[in-house]
């Protein structure tokens, strides 16, 4: 392995790794050497995901807790503390969608998912953070965005305003960490082929509008994902800060 990209003595944690995305780089940190810490809400399935890590001879902790929950963040990385578990690297990836016309979102509804998707980022991020600062070696905080960081769609207007957020966190991120020697970049996802999207993509019409919209002609998978985290997560990416990569099969790059 190019020493650039080894991540053989670096802690992970990645929020919302249980499934999905967030596993999937769980999984390529994991076999780039890293120790990584696997997230989510249910402890059952946080578990059975670390569980899955280990039994391929990869070092894994559990942090159960809800990122949208102060107390549970603070409690979670005091526990990573008393561990002696030291995050140098965080990934944003847990988050939610929901689709209703703007005209129909409940408030409650527009906070749920702004919390899920953008406030849980700087939850967990402040946590991590002031311990990368206090430590003084530094760190890498990859948040995870969407094609939606850059444009809108119908029917997903809170999701739309939590990813263009979260673009604006990482570039406030870098405004303030960047000279302690923490790297804060986000990677925007294409059409994934996710339990998330399961619904679009059994939809034929759907389907059909993302294959013929994207130059690729194809949803992206999961672990297409991993080398760009691994960059990010890797002393490849010192110098770059406040960036996000799109990682979307050509999707932006044609109109």
Not at 229 to 247: D, E, M, R
Request: proline residues 3%; contains cysteine.
């Amino acid at each position: 392995m190019n020493p650039l990209f080894d991540l053989t003595g670096r802690t992970a944690l990645i929020t919302g790794s249980s499934r999905g995305l967030g596993h999937a780089i769980a999984s390529g940190y994991a076999a780039a050497g890293a120790r990584v810490v696997i997230n989510g809400t249910d402890a059952g399935r946080v578990a059975q995901a670390a569980q899955a890590l280990r039994a391929q001879g990869r070092t894994v902790f559990e942090a159960p807790f809800d990122v949208v929950d102060e107390a549970q963040v603070r409690t979670a990385f005091e526990a990573l503390d008393a561990q002696g578990v030291e995050v140098d690297v965080l990934v944003n990836n847990a988050g939610i969608q929901l689709r209703k016309p703007i005209v129909e979102l409940q408030l409650d509804e527009w906070r749920k998912v702004l919390d899920t998707n953008l406030t849980s980022a700087f939850l967990v991020s402040r946590e991590a953070a002031r311990r990368m600062l206090a430590r003084g070696k530094g760190g890498k905080i990859v948040n995870i965005g969407s094609l939606l960081s850059e444009c809108g769609r119908a029917t997903i207007a809170p999701y739309t305003a939590a990813k263009g957020g979260l673009k604006m966190l990482t570039r406030a991120m870098t405004a303030e960490w960047a000279a302690q020697g923490i790297q804060a970049n986000a990677i925007g996802p294409g059409y994934m082929a996710t339990e998330m999207n399961q619904a679009l993509m059994s939809n034929p019409t759907f389907d059909a509008w993302v294959k013929d919209r994207t130059p690729a002609q194809r949803w992206g998978r999961p672990d297409e994902l991993v080398g760009t985290a691994i960059y990010l997560a890797s002393s490849a990416s010192n110098f770059v800060n406040g960036q996000i990569i799109y990682v979307d099969g050509g999707f932006l790059a044609v109109l």
